[in-house]
T-cell receptor, first 111, second 114 residues
Framework: QKEVEQDPGPLSVPEGAIVSLNCTYS??????FMWYRQYSRKGPELLMY????GNKEDGRFTAQVDKSSKYISLFIRDSQPSDSATYLC???????????FGRGTSLIVHP | DAGITQSPRHKVTETGTPVTLRCHQT?????MYWYRQDPGHGLRLIHY???????DKGEVSDGYSVSRSKTEDFLLTLESATSSQTSVYFC?????????????FGNGTRLTVT
């Protein structure tokens, strides 16, 4: 079992929907949590970066961490076709330079 | 992009030939990484570097070697390419001395071994 688990999807939603992307992790030492967006034939691009539990909002994106249940979420409001991509979650412990990545969830937003 | 250039962007090579991929950064970051990305496996760490001439193995290092003679360049070499090394290779960097710094990725090299 990987330390960070993510449903590969694909997740297909209509334009304007609220999207919820989720990961679970098993390592209690993880303190830093990241979401990356990856378009086809491109490298992963950092979307959100959070420390410990709680919420972080950036425009239409909200990252949420629940350390008690070891659950990481990314919410996308008013989803657009341009949000269609693969979303990767990642986690790492304090003092570590090497994050553990989930395998990614493919999101399709159709007009 | 975070000042990371990977070259070549695409390469086709034959089994048994040596291949070198290059990662060049303009951010002066201390940490550099090589990952491969395959369907069903996600991103897997091959090697990483924490300074000039300082490197260490990742989870899938067999068949790969790396070198870092300058801060800005990190080379990945496949000594004798095999078909199982057909993949997309990503270089990443992270900021010096900041353990909570996230990784930033290049746009990848698509390698096909025939």
């Amino acid at each position: 079992q990987k330390e960070v688990e993510q449903d590969p999807g694909p997740l297909s939603v209509p334009e304007g929907a609220i999207v919820s992307l989720n990961c679970t992790y098993s390592n209690s030492a993880f303190q830093y949590f990241m979401w990356y967006r990856q378009y086809s034939r491109k490298g992963p691009e950092l979307l959100m970066y959070t420390y410990s539990s709680g919420n972080k909002e950036d425009g239409r994106f909200t990252a949420q961490v629940d350390k008690s249940s070891k659950y990481i979420s990314l919410f996308i409001r008013d989803s657009q076709p341009s949000d269609s991509a693969t979303y990767l979650c990642a986690s790492k412990s304090g003092g570590s330079y090497i994050p553990t990545f989930g395998r990614g969830t493919s999101l399709i937003v159709h007009p | 992009d975070a000042g990371i250039t990977q070259s070549p962007r695409h390469k086709v090579t034959e089994t048994g030939t040596p291949v070198t991929l290059r990662c060049h950064q303009t951010e002066n970051h201390r940490y550099m990484y090589w990952y491969r990305q395959d369907p069903g496996h996600g991103l897997r760490l091959i090697h990483y570097s924490y300074g000039v001439k300082d490197t260490d193995k990742g989870e899938v290092s067999d068949g790969y070697s790396v070198s870092r003679s300058k801060t800005e360049d990190f080379l990945l070499t496949l000594e004798s390419a095999t078909s199982s090394q057909t993949s997309v290779y990503f270089c990443a960097i992270s900021e010096e001395g900041v353990s909570n710094s996230p990784l930033h990725f290049g746009n990848g090299t698509r390698l096909t071994v025939t």
